[in-house]
């Protein structure tokens, strides 16, 4: 399979705790982005990242949040000292360049309790 | 105001019948993306256009720039056809042509 791949699929954890989710885009894509979509509402953007490079972080990405892509192919979004509102669909997506179709992985549905 | 609106957020229609979802937004675009999401969450891209009419089996996508305004199509709906639709739009080069996303519409067709 070639397509956007996320890990883990599903992620229950307790308030307070870390957790770490991965993306492996597809592998001629430099650009990477990172989504949250809440229950009955759109993707909304956190981040993008172009090859290691990144480049936008949005607000609704505070300081609890970091994400990286060392060497510009899989991506990884740290969540640190988990809250009930953080619990969300993360979404991946890749695109070849800037003005490309958007390929998006299954997501990774957090539930923090 | 959202700067993607699409409407109508909930639509129910019988095996067969024309669909048609609407999308408005109020902002300059790159791109406009017609996106489906299928219960538990994937989501599949079904369109990318810039301008006119799109078409791929029974789904039809069109925009209009001037109008700010794009519709999806889909003819002869089927059960299968149920899913959440999603449009979206990729802003200029400079914002990294990250997507803005309307809330959906929850399609259900049924037989």
């Known amino acids: 399979d070639t397509g956007v791949s996320q890990d883990p699929r599903h992620k229950i954890t307790k308030r307070g705790q870390n957790v770490t989710f991965r993306c492996d885009p597809i592998?001629?894509?430099?650009?990477l982005y990172w989504y949250r979509q809440t229950l009955g509402q759109g993707p909304e953007f956190l981040t993008y990242?172009?090859?290691?490079?990144?480049?936008?972080k949005s607000r609704l990405l505070s300081d609890r949040f970091s994400a990286e892509r060392p060497k510009g192919s899989f991506s990884t979004l740290e969540i640190q000292r988990t809250e009930q509102g953080d619990s969300a669909m993360y979404l991946c997506?890749?695109?070849?360049?800037?003005?490309?179709?958007?390929?998006f992985g299954q997501g990774t549905r957090l539930t923090v309790v | 105001k959202n700067e993607v609106e699409q409407s109508p957020q909930n639509l129910t229609a019988q095996e067969g019948e024309f669909i048609t979802i609407n999308c408005s937004y109020s902002?300059?675009?790159?791109?406009l993306h017609w996106l489906q999401q299928h219960p538990g969450g994937g989501i599949v891209s079904l369109f990318m256009?810039?301008?006119g009419k799109k078409k791929h089996g029974r789904l039809i996508a069109t925009i209009n720039i001037q109008e700010k305004h794009s519709s999806l199509h889909i003819t002869a709906s089927h059960p299968r056809d149920s899913a959440v639709y999603i449009c979206?739009?990729?802003?200029?080069?400079?914002?990294?042509?990250?997507?803005?996303f309307g809330e959906g519409t929850q399609l259900t067709v049924n037989p």
């Open positions: 997506a890749s695109t070849q360049w800037g003005y490309s179709r958007a390929f």
């Open positions: 592998s001629e894509h430099n650009r």
């Open positions: 979206a739009v990729g802003r200029s080069e400079t914002s990294g042509s990250r997507l803005t």
């Open positions: 990242f172009q090859n290691e490079a990144q480049l936008e």
């Open positions: 256009l810039s301008s």
């Open positions: 902002v300059g675009i790159s791109a």
